[in-house]
């Protein structure tokens, strides 16, 4: 499914390993944490949340709980954000006094996170909130870091980083091509 | 300034009441019309003013036997002043008021008044019609006799129907021996029940309350009938619907004393128009929609009725065609569709609208011409409408070639109350004379070119 | 006269348009003055989005900033308790300032008073204008007339497009697709605005609507006993010679409020023969499919269109559709007042690798 113009930055497998291995960083930080929650950003970020969830899961033997968040309407910018219409939220039990860890797929100008955890406290106050990234492609325009990071990628403004999925796109590849 | 002599040179002059089509000079001096030459020189005799009409068509000038003028009482929205104006632009030069006037025109008083204002303020004639009943209320009955003395060509209480049969059978009755026709406006109101348009599709889609047709068409059997028992004239005033044309021939057959208009928008104008898209019928209502330019009294018919007046005055079966002119201020048009008051902006563009329908093939010149002029002189039963030696010079010459835009805020009407704005037509009055004095020439207008009022 | 060249994207014959591109978004909405001029793709992204803001109105802090610093105004020139309080609190859980103004058609100088309300709202600078007027097309007249967005909440007997669009959202969450399922409706037509939306409504989402109600409502060129054609706009729509013809096999019975109004005008010799005739009963009911939905836009008149049996019964959804208005219009006012709302930067299938 690459065609010409695209970049493969990660194959499947590469975005395997990382992910195994964010989960043991997410767990060795959170170390007495069985109220881990892990809050994916609609819509990939969701489905990442969940592999990490499982992931745990098979490290650990718990699974922490997964909440999907839609931050669209906390957004500064909304003019960037895509065309698909809000969709329903879900964090089950809330998140007040329970360390969060907020899954995306691309860490960009940092905006979508900022938004996410603004709305996040509508949900109640997290004891402490990540920050965990399959793709952190820089470009930064507010002081918002990732504690977990799958790849760095340095891009340029006008390039577009794709990240594919399985359960969306039918398979996993993190893909760089030329905006437009 | 009666002295003047003009001749009107080379062109189609079309007289119907003396049968002329051709060719032809009309000679005017002193305020009347000379002669109707046999052929054409292509030139004024000496000493004459020349108006060379190569090209156009010359007729006499139109006669509207439905206007309002809103004058005395509604000033801003028309006066006589600015009505006769826009006359003159339209190529009218006899036009009758309608008394829904305030004070309405019920009593002596208020006709003379009007008729000594318009005779020395207005552009061209204008002639009185009173009322049938004092105020208009339709309780008793004016004092017919005392305003047919004032000059009355006819009683009318015109936008109210005269809903009380009783009151319609005296009015027809008690005019029978003044000889002057009863102009009463048809609409049952019970059938019509608030509504604001044509019953129909577009009133459906709309959600806007119908009018039925029925609501003119019941009222125009009962006047018929009550015309049959007393023997007196009726005068339809704009005949809408093919219900009612069908009693109207049924009625002429069998005798009965009664002649019928149609008006400019009723021949060319469907409820279609309500959509705001000039007749076109979208997909989806924009907010073009609700044209409260197109609200008028009775309403926009459907296409089907308006082939059927269409047909009926080509046929001659409706005698005439009036312009039923019913300015109205922007307070009264730029608001809800419901809340808007009746009525259309159409001196101006009375000719031109309905000279499409002879292009369509739909009516010959001629007849349009003589719905214009000698049919509506013969129901007032004037010497005027027609270009016969020693009549008034009213004189109108057509350029039916011109293509113009409408654009009612160059109108000389005080309002701009007009569904036609940006509509491009073809055929347009170009000069118009009255008494032998030119009243309006176009080359004036686009000269000066200057903002009205 | 008819002048030949169509309007910009208007279509001459006037076929109703059951239109299935799948367009989301495209050109910036200003107004939403009817359904019919939505496609079927905005109408399902709205209800998508209307999803989103349901669960939001179910949370304990029921506020967002989205709409924050924007103005809306609701303009009602009619009672309507229910229906402004869902705008006025759909506004504010979008973080919008709202105002209320009850405005009286019976001012002195009728179109004057309504201009002149727009035009002073206009000069404080507004983003939408929630418009219930008694006048059909008072929301298209204002549109000309003001820079802000505005929204139908009811114009005289022509359109209640959220009130559709809500109904349409509940049909979706209970039953699904509605392609192919029957809708029957009955009541009023020729004077219900609820009434025109939905048949509109639910015939671009491809259901088949029927109606059953007295002769003396409906438009005198329909015929009870027939299906309408194209031209009327409503082409395809069933009319039933009885209610018992329209529920039956329904998958949707909607009972439209019947008013007295019409008893007045003599539209029906008594509110008591229309429920026996066409009220909707447990035995009526029946005759509709497993499962089918028992819908009524409120306030219902029990005992005259729906028995209170039925109204509270287990197929009533009529609770539902109460709760699912807030975030039906949150949905609307966020389409239409969100800035910036129509770009859609990397497209919305591949990923939103520029977001972040």
């Not at chain 1, 509508?122 to 399959?134: K, N, P």
């Not at chain 3, 009434?195 to 009870?224: H, Y």
């Amino acid at each position: 499914m690459t065609n010409e113009m695209e970049r493969v930055l990660l194959t499947q497998d590469d975005i395997r390993r990382a992910m195994t291995r964010i989960s043991h960083e997410i767990l060795e930080q959170n170390r007495a944490s069985s109220d881990l929650v892990l809050v994916g950003l609609q819509t990939r970020g969701v489905h990442i949340a969940k592999r990490l969830a499982d992931s745990i899961e098979r490290i650990e033997g718990f699974r922490p709980i997964v909440g999907t968040l839609d931050p669209r309407l906390w957004r500064d910018d909304p003019e960037v954000a895509s065309g698909q219409p809000l969709m329903p939220s879900d964090i089950p039990e809330g998140v007040g006094g329970k360390p969060v860890v907020i899954v995306d797929d691309v860490l960009y100008t940092g905006r979508t996170i900022r938004a996410a955890m603004e709305a996040l406290l509508d949900f109640g106050r997290a004891s402490r909130i990540q920050l965990a990234v399959l793709v952190d492609r820089g470009h930064r325009e507010l002081p918002i870091r990732p504690d977990f990071t799958g790849k760095n990628i340095p891009t340029a403004r006008g390039e577009r980083v794709q990240v594919r999925i399985t359960e969306i796109d039918g398979d996993d590849a993190v893909v760089l091509g030329r905006e437009g | 300034m009666a002295a003047r002599k003009l001749a009107i040179t080379g062109g189609r002059v079309i007289d119907p009441a003396q049968g002329i089509d051709r060719i032809a000079d009309v000679l005017i001096s002193n305020g009347k019309i000379d002669e109707v030459t046999a052929g054409t020189t292509g030139s004024a005799p000496d000493g004459y003013e020349h108006i060379d009409a190569s090209g156009k068509i010359v007729s006499p000038g139109f006669v509207d036997l439905h206007t309002h003028l809103r004058d005395p009482g509604q000033e801003w929205k028309e006066t006589i002043v600015t009505g006769t104006r826009a006359a003159a632009f339209g190529g009218f030069t006899t036009i009758s008021a309608m008394p829904n006037t305030d004070p309405v025109q019920d009593s002596a008083a208020v006709v003379d008044d009007v008729m000594r204002r318009s005779a020395a303020d207005g552009l061209i004639r204008v002639l009185p019609i009173g009322a049938i009943s004092i105020g208009q209320k339709g309780k008793q009955l004016a004092p017919m006799g005392e305003l047919a003395n004032s000059g009355v060509i006819g009683f009318s209480d015109d936008g109210n129907p005269v809903t009380d049969a009783n009151l319609m059978r005296q009015a027809l009755s008690y005019s029978v021996e003044l000889g002057l026709p009863i102009i009463n406006h048809a609409e049952d109101k019970k059938i019509g029940a608030g509504g604001v348009m044509s019953a129909g599709t577009v009133a459906t889609r709309l959600g806007l309350a119908g009018v039925p047709a029925e609501a003119e068409t019941a009222m125009v059997a009962r006047d018929l009938n009550l015309a049959a028992l007393t023997k007196a004239r009726l005068h339809i005033p704009h005949i809408s619907t093919a219900g009612s044309l069908i009693a109207l021939r049924t009625a002429k057959e069998s005798g009965v004393d009664v002649t019928a208009e149609v008006t400019p928008h009723h021949l060319t104008l469907s409820d279609e128009w309500v959509y705001g898209l000039k007749g076109v019928v979208p997909t989806t209502v924009g907010p073009e929609a609700y044209d409260t330019n197109t609200k008028v009294n009775p309403p926009l018919r459907s296409r089907a009725d308006v082939e059927a007046v269409i047909d009926a005055v080509s046929e001659g079966l409706i005698d005439i065609i009036a312009t039923d002119h019913a300015p109205h201020a922007a307070t009264d048009k730029v608001c809800t569709y419901n809340e808007a008051a009746h009525g259309i902006n159409v001196l101006e563009t009375a000719f031109s609208s309905v000279f499409q329908l002879v292009d369509a093939g739909k009516i010959s010149v001629v007849r349009l011409i003589e719905s214009l002029t000698s049919g509506p002189a013969t129901i007032l039963r004037k010497d005027i409408g027609s270009l016969k030696k020693g009549f008034s010079a009213d004189v109108v010459v057509i350029d039916p070639g011109s293509k113009w835009i409408v654009n009612p805020e160059q109108f000389e009407s005080k309002s701009v109350n007009s569904p036609l704005a940006g509509v491009e037509l073809t055929g347009r009055v170009v000069t118009t004379i009255y008494q032998g004095e030119t009243v309006f020439d176009l080359s004036d207008v686009v000269a000066s070119a200057g903002a009205k009022q | 006269m008819t002048n030949p060249t169509t309007a910009a994207g208007n279509n001459p014959a006037g076929e109703s348009s059951n239109d299935a591109s799948e367009e989301m978004f495209v050109a910036p909405r200003q107004h939403l003055l009817d359904l019919d001029d939505l496609s079927v793709g905005e109408i399902n992204d709205l209800l998508d989005s209307a999803e989103g803001m349901l669960e939001i109105t179910g949370r304990d802090i029921r506020k967002t900033p989205a709409l924050r610093g924007k103005t809306i105004i609701t303009l009602f020139f009619e009672n309507s308790t229910r229906t402004r309080v869902s705008f006025e609190q759909a506004g504010k859980i979008l973080g919008a300032d709202v105002i209320n103004v009850t405005a009286s058609t019976s001012s002195v100088s009728k179109g004057e008073s309504l201009l002149n309300t727009v035009k002073t709202l206009q000069a404080m600078k507004i983003d939408a204008l929630v418009v219930r007027h008694p006048h059909s097309g008072a929301p298209y007249f204002i549109s000309n007339h003001t820079d802000a967005s505005v929204v139908n909440a009811g114009d005289g007997m022509h359109a209640h497009p959220t009130q559709s669009l809500l109904d349409l959202f509940t049909v979706r969450n209970n039953i699904g697709d509605m392609a192919g399922k029957k809708i029957a409706i009955v009541g009023d037509v020729l004077y219900s605005r609820v009434a025109r939306s939905d048949i509109l409504a639910f015939q671009k989402m491809g259901a088949e609507v029927t109606i059953s109600c007295p002769n003396t409502l409906i438009p005198d060129e329909w015929t009870l006993g027939s299906t309408l054609g194209d031209e009327t706009g409503f082409g395809g729509l069933k009319l039933a010679r009885n209610v018992e013809e329209a529920v039956d096999s329904a998958d949707v019975v909607m009972a439209l409020r019947i008013q007295q109004e019409r008893q007045d005008a003599g539209h029906l010799p008594s509110l008591r023969e229309y429920s026996d005739r066409w009220g909707i009963n447990a035995k009526r009911m029946a005759l509709a499919n497993d499962g089918a939905l028992l819908m009524h836009p409120g306030p219902m008149n029990e005992g005259v269109e729906i028995s209170s049996e039925v109204a509270h019964g287990a197929q009533s959804v009529v609770e539902e559709q109460v709760r699912n208005a807030v975030a039906v219009r949150m949905a609307v006012l966020y389409a239409l007042c969100a800035p910036g709302k129509s770009s859609r930067i990397g497209g919305s299938e591949s990923n939103s690798g520029n977001e972040a």
